[in-house]
Nanobody
Framework: EVQLVESGGGLVQPGGSLRLSCAAS????????MSWVRQAPGKGLECVSR????????YYADSVKGRFTISRDGAKNTVDLEMISLKPEDTALYYC????????????????????WGQGTQVTVSS
C-alpha cells in the first residue's frame, strides 16, 4: 500500500531549527514530485516547498524562502525539509505529499494534483 510517513516535528523556540523527514513506499518514488504542505489551525493549505522527481528543481514559498531547504534521496525513498530560523507563524501541521508527473516521450511534466498524502507532523514554534 502507499505510505507517506512524516517525522521530525516538535516544539521549538523562535529562531530554532528542525528537520522533517518523509518516508515513502508503495509507489514509484522517482516519478513523483514531492511537496511539503502545511496547515495552520483554522487556515488553509499552503505549499511551502516542492522538489521535482529527480531532485533537479525546487520551489519555495516566499514565506519560507532562505530558511527552508528541501531534498530527496532516491535510494532511501525519502524527502526532507530542513528548517532554520523558525518563526511562530511557521506553526502548523506539516504534510508530505506526492504529485505524479506525466510522461510525454522522453520528457515528463508536472501536475498540480496531490495524489498521496502523509498523516502530518506537528511543528510548534513558541517561547
Amino acid at each position: 500500500e502507499v505510505q507517506l510517513v512524516e517525522s521530525g516535528g516538535g516544539l521549538v523556540q523562535p529562531g530554532g531549527s528542525l528537520r522533517l523527514s518523509c518516508a515513502a513506499s508503495g509507489f514509484t518514488f522517482d516519478t513523483y514530485d514531492m511537496s511539503w504542505v502545511r496547515q495552520a489551525p483554522g487556515k488553509g493549505l499552503e505549499c511551502v516547498s516542492r522538489i521535482n522527481s529527480i531532485g533537479a528543481g525546487t520551489y519555495y514559498a516566499d514565506s519560507v524562502k532562505g530558511r527552508f531547504t528541501i531534498s530527496r534521496d532516491g535510494a532511501k525513498n525519502t524527502v526532507d525539509l530542513e528548517m532554520i530560523s523558525l518563526k511562530p507563524e511557521d506553526t502548523a501541521l506539516y504534510y508530505c505529499a506526492a504529485s505524479k508527473r506525466i510522461r510525454s516521450g522522453i520528457y515528463t511534466y508536472p501536475t498540480w494534483e496531490y495524489n498521496y498524502w502523509g498523516q502530518g507532523t506537528q511543528v510548534t514554534v513558541s517561547s
